[in-house]
């Protein structure tokens, strides 16, 4: 049998070859701009940085320099409540307004377990709820009631944990009533004791509205004047929110010390 060469067209070997060159080239110029691309980015400008609000100020609580925000003329151009005016741009949200951070105002404290925080930013609207405090005994010492930033009620509790004092007040802020009890919870009737409303003195010989005219009397006359005291001590007797002239001083405690039944003592603090 014959042997036959299989012998390709020149036409096909001249198409492969120009495919193989086509290849070629566009590698060659994907190449070419893949480098161009870079050097370009290389030689950008960097991006300029970020402009301080006028007025703003660094610190905590979310301030100009720590998460961008900070209001055109500083601190001093927020509102504060009750002004109707609208809060200015960058102000926080949920609600709130910034403190103001005048070097000239004293700054507003917050206290937690007894340590004092610095407080940043307020509240937009009016407080309403309780603010209690507590002796060190951890019993009750007070309690301020509000409403819609207005306060409607005090009271407060001895360290035995009766009450001592409850007033109510009016809108507009006047008292409209208040109640007094002793440490054994006797309620102290100011309009019954009316000596606890006069006007006393302590250190003047003479007078007739000396507070020290009690010493050598009886200790009932004392109750029967002032009411039962706001607290007892033992023998002594404590009268707070009294009204006596000490020199010129005005005094508004008064304590009646008392054995076997009669004033052997009076003394007096602010």
């Known amino acids: 049998m014959t042997r036959r060469a299989f012998i390709r067209p020149i036409s096909s070997r001249r198409s492969t070859g120009i495919r193989i060159i086509k290849c070629f080239m566009l590698m060659i110029a994907a190449t070419l701009l893949l480098a161009f691309g870079c050097s370009k980015d ?14 703003g100020s660094s610190g905590p609580g979310g301030m100009s320099g720590e998460g961008g925000e900070g209001g055109e003329g500083g601190m001093g151009a927020i509102p504060q409540p009750g002004s109707g005016g609208t809060l200015p741009a960058g102000q926080p949200a949920g609600g709130t307004q910034r403190v103001s ?17 610095e407080v ?6 009016p407080y309403t709820g309780k603010v209690v405090e507590y002796h060190a005994t951890n019993v009750e010492k007070s309690e301020k009631v509000y409403k819609d930033g207005r306060l409607e009620q005090f009271t407060e509790w001895h ?17 409209t009533t208040e109640k007094r009890w002793n440490e054994k919870g006797e309620e102290i009737n100011s309009n019954k004791a009316k000596a606890r409303g006069m006007q006393w003195t302590f250190g003047v010989t003479g007078n007739k509205m000396s507070i020290e005219q009690y010493r050598g009397l009886a200790g009932d ?50």
């Open 42 to 55: 290389e030689h950008l400008p960097a991006p300029a940085p970020a402009k301080p609000s006028p007025g």
């Open 101 to 117: 951070e005048d070097p000239q105002t004293p700054p507003v404290l917050a206290e937690m377990s007894g340590v004092f925080y």
């Open 120 to 125: 940043y930013e307020i509240a937009k609207k």
């Open 159 to 175: 360290e035995n944990a009766q009450k001592s004092r409850e007033v109510i007040y009016a809108a507009d802020g006047k008292i």
């Open 221 to 270: 006359l004392v109750r029967r004047g002032f009411g039962p005291p706001d607290e007892e001590n033992g023998g002594v007797w404590v009268y707070r929110n009294m009204k006596v002239l000490s020199g010129t001083q005005q005094m508004s405690t008064v304590r009646f010390t008392v054995s076997g039944g009669r004033v052997v003592s009076v003394g007096v603090e602010p």
